[in-house]
């Protein structure tokens, strides 16, 4: 499956009946906030460096910082246990884990012991990993995808920066079948999965910003536009802006829209330069 075709299946999920009294819910309308992305516009390389700071958030939403064609990475809030997920498809179009035949599998070569891995289907099928954080909204937080081809398969490392501890943690190393593609196709996003008819109402805001990706001539390359894209449910209540050096996504609540689907959205300049502490094991 294309990633093109995956983002598609992804919001396709999205697509839920409305609201109504047979649902227990009394108002017609979506039953979730629009998703909605921004299409980063960077070479193919084999490293993608971006921030994400929520700045409001409800149980149920998920900021991906750090998306590619064939995974996301980034923050959701639950009710009782707030996380950090990184995911990787299967090389198949699958839908049911079970049915995706064992050479079309992400093969997990490493899992941080504090983590939780397992596979997922729904939106195709792969690998995820699951690993507990208690993050905070305000806070700047900081993702490195990491890729490395090894003949038809690439081997994909999450790294996330504890800012705690004031240092890189290793979450998964996760290998597919990709043909011998690197890195492509970047993207972040805010969505709400918790669609319950309510949830439309809640404002979700995020920043992104100093996103830089090291290309494969070993040049890194800073992130300064990108496509906003959204999903096809019918709320006009969310937007995307940019300012400064970061990025802007909202949706839900009293979001007023002023930046159209499809639109280019950029800042006038690239942050001062690609972040000099990145993990050893990354950038050799």
């Known amino acids: 499956m294309t990633s093109r075709a995956r983002l598609k299946a992804a919001c396709a999920a999205l697509l839920l009946p409305l609201a109504g009294p047979a ?31 929520v700045l409001e958030s409800v149980p149920s939403t998920y900021v991906a910082a750090a998306g590619w064609n064939r995974g996301y990475f980034g923050m959701q809030e639950h009710s009782a246990k707030d996380m950090v997920i990184f995911s990787v498809w299967d090389s198949s179009g699958a839908h049911d884990s079970d049915s995706a035949a064992p050479d079309e599998r992400v093969e997990v070569v490493y899992g941080n012991p504090k983590a939780a891995i397992r596979r997922f289907a729904g939106e195709g099928t792969g690998a995820q990993c699951k690993y507990p954080y208690a993050w905070r909204a305000g806070e700047t937080y900081r993702f490195l995808v990491q890729a490395e081809v090894n003949g038809a398969k690439t081997s994909y490392t999450a790294w996330f920066y504890l800012n ?36 439309p109402r809640e404002r979700r805001r995020a920043r992104f910003g100093r996103g830089w990706v090291r290309s494969l001539a070993g040049v890194w390359k800073p992130i300064v536009r990108a496509r906003f894209t959204v999903d096809e449910t019918p709320p006009r209540n969310m937007d995307a802006s940019a300012d400064g ?22 800042v006038p300049k690239p942050a001062q330069g690609p972040p000099r502490d990145l993990p050893d094991a990354a950038v050799r």
Do not use: Q
């Not at 050096?245 to 950029?266: H, K």
């Open 245 to 266: 050096a970061s990025f802007e996504l909202a949706t839900g609540g009293d979001v007023r829209n002023t930046t159209r689907p499809d639109e280019i959205v950029s």
């Open 164 to 199: 705690e501890a004031k240092r890189w943690e290793k979450l998964a190393v996760f290998r597919a079948a990709t043909g011998g593609g690197a890195l492509e196709g970047y993207y972040s996003f805010v969505e709400d999965f918790r669609r319950d008819g309510r949830s």
């Open 23 to 53: 649902s227990g819910f009394p108002d017609a309308g979506p039953r979730a906030a629009r998703t909605v992305h921004f299409r980063w516009r960077a070479p193919a390389g084999d490293l993608f460096y971006n921030e994400a700071r």
